[in-house]
């Protein structure tokens, strides 16, 4: 397939943790951001109405993310918020954290084989509140310095507000939002340093010319995410995963469901490790059979490596290589479900008879 080219409809994607397919509601509003021309900085009409959308999306994704009186600071992407929050501070964090908060962090907080993560000190502290490969969620302490919400945001009942931490990072893709947008949230009276300077845009936190069509989208994505999550939308999804889950485990002998022992836990992941089967190799088998699948977090920019959470929650390095993970969307059908695991399964009848 060459660059750019559009992916075939038949396809089926069940990768929406590392990014969700771009909402229509998202879409709308990015187009018609397109027609606004003039700069947010500008005081003449045609950048009052580009400021205008800004602050509309902010509180749209301020409602949504139940962040009434927080500042949200629009960044390109929850990764940039982590730097612009962690900067400056030494926090300590986990292993299973994702390497846009360990790049920063002192990674010394314990793990447990359930992928719970212990917090000594919640004030020099980043926890997530979910986990993108596994979808364990934490239990957050209250005063914890850091959260990255950007997997849980959308998917589960979460408000900023009763988090009772400082900041919170998120992202707009991963919740049908466009790529290159997230926003840093932080608690009212708290403040962080920029790192990007300049013309002082977002309360002089982070200069730069705003990325009004990215901003619009994100509202238009956070607004739609809210309602739902309002709706039950998720709660078929979470039995579309169970579903898909006992089914592999049921006509099989090998496969772990990681996370499936937690207490709490994402509705729309399932994490599979099959033993003396690379999740690089499954990965590609699931693709040439039409199914869009990973092997653990998309942040390694094509990569295929072992995952780093599973080893910090135990498990072995070969295990940790041998891993899969599903991630189901509000689109998915059953029928989409059935049909993945019938592929699976018949690759992984052909590996057995290889072995």
Known sequence: MSKGARVPKSRIYLDHNATAPLTAAAREAMIAAMDVVGNPSSVHAE????????????????????????????????????????????????????????????????????????????????????????????????????????????????????????????????????????????????????????GGQEMGRRSGTENVIGIAGFGAAAERAAQMLADGVWERVAEMRDYLEARLEAETTGPICVGKGADKRLPNVASIVTEGWKGETQVMQMDLAGFAVSAGSACSSGKVKASKVLVAMGYTDEQAACAMRVSLGPETTMEEIERFADAWLAAYARKMRAA
């Open 47 to 198: 950048g009052r109405a580009a400021k205008g959308l800004i602050e509309a999306a902010r509180a749209q994704v301020a409602e949504a993310f139940g962040a009434s009186g927080a500042d949200i600071v629009f960044t390109s992407g929850a990764t940039e918020a982590a730097g612009l929050a962690m900067a400056g501070r030494e926090l300590h964090c986990a292993g299973i954290e994702h390497e846009a908060v360990t790049a920063w962090g002192v990674a010394d907080l314990p793990v447990d084989a359930k992928g719970r993560v212990t917090v000594g000190d919640p004030a020099t502290s980043a926890l997530q509140l979910a986990n993108s490969e596994t979808g364990v969620v934490q239990d957050l302490p209250q005063g914890l310095a850091l959260c990255d919400a950007t997997q849980g945001f959308g998917k589960i009942p979460v408000a900023f507000n009763w988090l009772g931490c400082d900041m919170a990072m998120i992202s707009a893709h991963k919740i049908g939002g466009p790529k290159g947008i997230g926003a840093l949230v932080l608690k009212q009276g708290f403040d962080v340093a920029a790192t990007i300077k300049g």
